[in-house]
């Protein structure tokens, strides 16, 4: 059965680093997006995206964040100056079509020391 | 208000128990309705998915969405140790001005012993 899958499982990083989160959506979904979990609170919605770009984003989604779909398979997120609060589980997900169901991957665990 | 609200739990129950996990919510623009599975420091899960109000099965798993209460439900009928996990509930809007992002509520933890 296809699957999202995100790289790396486990990111350590030191404040003011960037870093690049990588997902490989499922091959015929066309809507991707990033959300996030912090310990023990909710799943947030970062970003969406259709078409090569950005349909929709959160507050939370500010200039450090960004996205991109460098080719036909990987999407990714970079957070350009990370920080403390940024430590979170960062979940890619895909759909194949718009407001539907959203097969999430098994999650990127970012810790900013 | 909170746009999902999610019975919080903790629940326990005995093994082979029919277990009922609830959420309301205030947008009447949501128009997709789905439940997750969540194991800990894991991705969500899809388990099921419904846009009508009334209920959908799968196996031991029933959806049931009521619209015009704003009140959606999954039934877990006999329940396995198996099932332990947290579960989400979650909505959608479909419309040409967004691509149709999830709204989460906060989780109800099952655990169900044997």
């Known amino acids: 059965e296809p699957e999202v899958t995100q790289t790396p499982s486990h990111q350590v990083t030191q404040m003011g680093q960037e870093v690049i989160l990588r997902c490989v959506p499922i091959?015929?979904?066309?809507?991707f997006y990033w959300y996030r979990q912090i310990l023990g609170q909710k799943v947030e919605f970062l970003v969406s995206?259709?078409?090569?770009?950005?349909?929709?984003k959160s507050e939370i989604f500010d200039d450090q964040f960004s996205v991109e779909r460098p080719d036909g398979s990987n999407f990714t997120l970079k957070i350009r100056s990370t920080k403390l609060e940024d430590s979170a589980m960062y979940f890619c997900?895909?759909?194949?079509?718009?407001?539907?169901?959203?097969?999430f991957g098994p999650g990127t665990r970012l810790t900013v020391t | 208000q909170k746009e999902v609200e999610q019975d919080p739990g903790p629940l326990s129950v005995p093994e082979g128990a029919i277990v009922s996990l609830n959420c309301t919510y205030s947008?009447?623009?949501?128009?997709?309705f789905m439940w997750y599975r969540q194991y800990s420091r894991k991705g969500p899960e899809l388990l099921m998915y419904?846009?009508?109000?009334g209920n959908k099965e799968d196996g031991r798993f029933t959806a049931q969405v009521d619209k015009s209460s704003k009140y959606i439900s999954l039934f877990i009928r006999d329940s396995q140790p198996s099932d332990s996990a947290t579960y989400l509930c979650?909505?959608?809007?479909?419309?040409?001005?967004?691509?149709?992002?999830?709204?989460f509520g906060d989780g109800t933890t099952l655990t169900v012993k044997p």
């Open positions: 997900a895909s759909s194949p079509r718009q407001g539907y169901e959203q097969y």
């Open positions: 091959s015929n979904h066309l809507y």
């Open positions: 995206f259709y078409n090569n770009e950005i349909s929709e």
């Open positions: 947008n009447s623009a949501f128009q997709y």
């Open positions: 419904t846009y009508s109000s």
């Open positions: 979650a909505m959608s809007t479909r419309g040409l001005t967004n691509a149709g992002k999830s709204t």
